[in-house]
């Protein structure tokens, strides 16, 4: 199981405060929407969190280590999709998740079967195709092949559904819904049915601090519906 602690999290890119002293933790499978719209300060979260940013001031626990001191360590047991990867130009889908698989520390064998695992559950394309090939909603199930080829403990996804066509965000979010109680997923969207339909609590963020939180029968009972605590808290 899981765990992701944020402690008074600050990031500032000049003058412009992104962060303003995030906190929370959560250790329990299960999927945690972190809920807010364009430019509240989710995608900055998520790259303190897998150390792609430094924060200004404040501490990232993944699994209790240090993500700015011992960064190996935290992501050790971490799959991610916060830009998707486009893999290497005319590198293979194949040859895209077997590097992945290296970088966690898979040897071929290894790799082979994790791809087999999940090549019906996702549904994958021909991995003998190039990833520029690929359609978007393609490309996001090699990239969530990617993220789970270790069998992470904890997976981050950052909008993960952003440019699939309609058919393409059901799959994605079918796919969530099954793998889900095996590993703790924090999701972020702005997308409120998305949310509804696969977390089982939500975290809201607006202008890069912490609105509220709670499990989606708590939020909806505090304020009706999750579209009218939504529509309160961007004004």
């Not at 719209?37 to 940013?53: E, H, M, V």
């Not at 501490?59 to 290497?88: C, F, H, M, W």
């Not at 520390?105 to 996702?122: C, D, F, M, W």
């Amino acid at each position: 199981m899981g765990s992701i602690k944020l402690v008074d999290m600050c990031k500032r890119f000049g003058k412009k405060c992104v962060l303003d002293g995030i906190s929370f933790e959560t250790s329990r499978n299960g999927a945690i929407g972190y809920l807010g719209p364009n430019g509240a300060g989710k995608t900055t979260t998520f790259k303190i969190l897998l150390g792609l940013l430094r924060p200004t001031s404040g501490t990232a626990y993944i699994n209790g280590a240090d993500v700015r001191k011992d960064r190996k360590s935290a992501l050790l047991s971490v799959g991610s999709i916060v830009e998707s990867p486009e893999g290497q130009r005319g590198q293979s889908a194949q040859e895209a998740i077997e590097m992945a698989g290296a970088y966690k520390g898979l040897n071929k064998r290894e790799t082979a079967v994790q791809i087999e695992k999940y090549k019906s559950l996702l549904k994958l394309p021909d991995l003998s195709m190039k990833i520029d090939e690929l359609s978007k909603g393609l490309k996001q199930r090699v990239s969530l092949v990617m993220a789970l080829i270790a069998e992470p403990d904890v997976l981050i996804l950052d909008e993960p559904t952003e440019g699939l066509d309609p058919a393409e965000r059901i799959r994605f979010m079918q796919l969530i819904n099954n793998i889900k109680k095996d590993r703790l997923i924090l999701i972020s969207s702005h997308i409120i049915p998305e949310i509804k339909e696969v977390c089982d609590s939500i975290i809201l963020i607006n202008e890069g601090k912490i609105i509220d939180s709670g499990t989606i029968t708590e939020l909806q009972r505090k304020y009706g519906s999750l579209e009218k605590m939504y529509m309160k808290m961007v004004g």
